[in-house]
């Protein structure tokens, strides 16, 4: 048994190729949930969902976040009656007193669906639909999620984090802002100042990610603060971090970042943006993957490859290199 | 000035050809809300939004409800995902304490969207969105519903009855439901014991209502129980129709109803189901347009036309006898 924690780029192209090296039905998945929102009443979970459709075999590949093919007709709907009423399109929080109002794991990162502001496909919709009416049945996040991947056919477990809610929240020069509105609305032009994960300090992991990190770890290359953060925050996580084997998949190449927001956000949170800062902000970490070109020197065990992934073949190769080096960890 | 009392499919048919006769612009328009229900979290208001949708130009033509050539992707996924999870279609209310749990508006009457009972488009969608998002911006029903109305360009006033929730459920001998769960889901099949309009008692027609109903009134020829019934709940409602001009258009040719469950409903609630049993039930009417097939002998003015209406023409000739029967009235 294996355990990826996941954010919502990185760690799926990697797990998209990893099927040959760690068999689904041996893998666990944990997916950040500070990126989470409530946007027009519904629980919106983009990292758990993009591994829930990469697994399900349905993720738009373009993007790495949505359905291939979805249609998104609500979504244009929304932004014409916003326009045609003269109402403003950008992310529309609703108001403080709500904002703790309503479902707890929402809380701190509720939208109004008005004028939508993140794009969600049609079908896409469905999913966040199902989740949240799921939880209004009681089901937890949790039960709603293993719901969701029966649906999809998953043959992996997937687990959200937690049950409780953490919300990622960006302190920029521009003012304080939900990741999302961070990185969708603002395209991640803002100053970052610093970054909080509210409800973390109260936040647990769920029974059943603790009973999974008893297995080895892998941390993909995800973004080191936004991403993997939220994790460490919770109840229980780094001490079982401590006391199992982890590799992680550096998202740089050396101080070359692959995708996103990853640079100016460890700069903010008081990392050098490269493998070294990685590596100092995993101290957890007992082996590491790095790319061909990255001759970073750390202090524990390195296995090296092409870490570049655009297909299945490469994320297949950085699997292969993950196990070998979860073999130097254990 | 004219206001139209509007249930879900009969007054918004006369609606449809009552431009000729009735200035838009000086014509007011109050939905029943009885029939909403909240599903996945959204208000839908189906009598409300079948008007919308008629003057806004978009009515599906073929149902009298939803828009024309609207697409249900979400709405097909939503049941897709239900049946891969093994999970129940029916109509799954949520549990007793969270039925008054969230917006007031809803009270008695919520839904999980899990396998969506209803058919909801997704355009039509978008509309419920937007409107319950307004809601959670913190403007009233009333507000929310003109706002829809400007995005859709309505020159008529388009309201809802009141901004306090009343939620039909039909007591039947299969049981307590709301009415949409006897309806939409059971097709009307269940035997009727009576009818509640819970919340009535401590709902109250909104402001703009009242000012509507000091002038002369239409009442179209929808369900004198479950369409019409709601809105003599409402604090002051009795009142102001007893002393405005009242028309009513039965929905009966003596004792044949034009279409959906009115016979059984009035049945239900002690009326005759026909024309007299609808004179009966409208005390405050002061004229009534009549078929011309239907000899009824009333106590009151009566016009008779052909009330058959299958295109805009024969509205047009049903408006024309209502204004005959308002002069009559006033």
Redesign the interface.
Known sequence: MVTFLSGGTGTPKLLSGAEAVFDRVETTVVGNTGDDVEL???LVCPDVDTVLYLLGGVLDRETWWGIGD??A???E??R???E????ELGP?Y??DE?QTA?RDIADWR?F???G?FMHIG??D???H??R???L???RSLTEATR??A????LTADLLPMSDDPVATIVHTDEGSMHFQEFWVARGGEPGIESVEFRGGESAAATPEVRDALDDPVVVGPSNPVTSIGPFRELDGVPEALASTPVVAVSPFVEDEVFSGPADDLMVAEGYEPSTAGVAEAYPFADAFVLDSADGTDLDRPVVRTDTEMDDEDDAARVAEAVAEALEVAT
């Open positions: 027009g009443g519904h979805d249609a007709t609500t979504h709907e929304l014409t009656l916003a045609a009423a003269g109402i529309r609703l108001a709500r309503g509720r109004s669906a008005v939508e049609d079908r919709r469905a999913v639909l199902t949240t009416s799921l209004d049945e009681g719901t969701l029966e649906a999809f056919d």
